[in-house]
């Protein structure tokens, strides 16, 4: 899956700055974008079949920090890409998905065994999804992940005029701010690998969602009395610190129980994650349109949600 899934991605990302028709243009987009989810699928699964608990925890903080800085360091490396023209851009994602072929054939192994494997049909289908509904823990992992990805979704349709509009930075000045968040993410990274192993998954996830909804509980605050842009700027890097250190536990929670199934379950969980994620975070950014206090207001429905969520999670 992974392979086939890497092989139609850059095959198409490199087919598109050749195409001229608008139709196929969209047919090739849908492919590149269907078969580019298999990576995510199949390598949390991978993590899951190899790793337990804080173990697992550990590694999904390098796998999964790399669904959550990409997006924010994305739009500032395309924004140089696209200097060269807008086939740059595809034609970069397909060098990138030749690159990662080549070493997933060379590096990685398979790690479900022929006897662990489930037939493609209804029945064991529908037992895999009655696990997963049936399992607490990945109904809150899956919940928590819709939280704090929503919020990432929203900044990221915010940003531009939150940054540039209304606070009044430059093209250049908004594109540092950008990558500068990033670098939070990656602190965050590498503290959940340290954190986890003293709070455990549960107890981590817990601290996160607290720590996440204390800081959202203070930016409206923020926005209305010190509109300073550093400052608004920091508080809202380290909401991504708080972001970071939950996106990983969370998920390692929803797939912990779920080894049998790890593949259908990392599917389903990231399915539901992203696609709440997406249609929250595209309501509340286009609702704010940049402005600092209602974007404040908006992550705070989120930052409370998530600590609401993390509660049902069992102490430690």
């Not at 060098?95 to 489930?118: F, I, K, N, Y």
């Not at 990221?156 to 968040?181: M, R, W």
């Not at 129980?257 to 599917?267: D, E, I, N, T, Y």
């Not at 974007?295 to 705070?300: A, R, T």
Request: with cysteine; hydrophobic share 60%.
């Amino acid at each position: 899956m992974l392979l086939t899934g890497l092989l139609v991605f850059w095959a198409s990302s490199a087919t598109i700055p050749f195409i001229r028709d608008f139709g196929a243009l969209v047919v090739a987009r849908a492919l590149q974008g269907v078969f580019a989810s298999s990576l995510r699928t199949v390598g949390t699964a991978w993590v899951r079949d190899r790793y337990r608990a804080e173990a697992m925890a550990r590694v999904m903080a390098l796998v999964q920090s790399v669904f959550v800085v990409a997006p924010v360091l994305a739009p500032w490396v395309g924004a140089y890409l696209v200097r060269l023209g807008w086939s740059a851009v595809f034609a970069f994602l397909a060098a990138v998905g030749c690159v990662l072929w080549g070493w997933a054939l060379v590096r990685m192994d398979e790690t479900l065994p022929p006897s662990a494997r489930r037939p493609l049909a209804w029945r064991p289908l529908w037992e895999a999804v009655i696990l997963v509904l049936r399992t607490r823990e990945s109904l809150l992992g899956a919940a928590l992940l819709s939280a704090t990805y929503g919020m990432l979704y929203a900044y990221l349709v915010s940003a531009p005029q939150l940054y540039k509009t209304h606070l009044g930075l430059s093209n250049e000045a908004f594109a540092l701010a950008f990558a500068g968040t990033a670098v939070f993410q990656l602190l965050a990274m590498l503290a959940t690998r340290v954190w986890v192993v003293r709070l455990g998954v549960r107890g981590l996830v817990r601290a996160a969602a607290g720590y996440l909804c204390a800081l959202t509980l203070l930016l409206p605050l923020h926005a209305v009395f010190l509109p300073s842009v550093a400052g608004f700027w920091l508080h809202v890097s380290l909401v991504f610190f708080g972001i970071t250190l939950t996106f990983p536990n969370a998920t390692s929670l929803a797939l912990d129980q779920l080894g049998r199934v790890a593949g259908f379950a990392s599917s389903a969980v990231g399915f539901t994650g992203t696609f709440l994620a997406g249609l929250v975070g595209n309501v509340l950014g286009q609702w704010s349109a940049g402005d600092p206090l209602r974007f404040s207001l908006g992550w705070l429905v989120l930052g409370v949600a998530a600590w609401a969520i993390s509660r049902g999670v069992s102490a430690p």
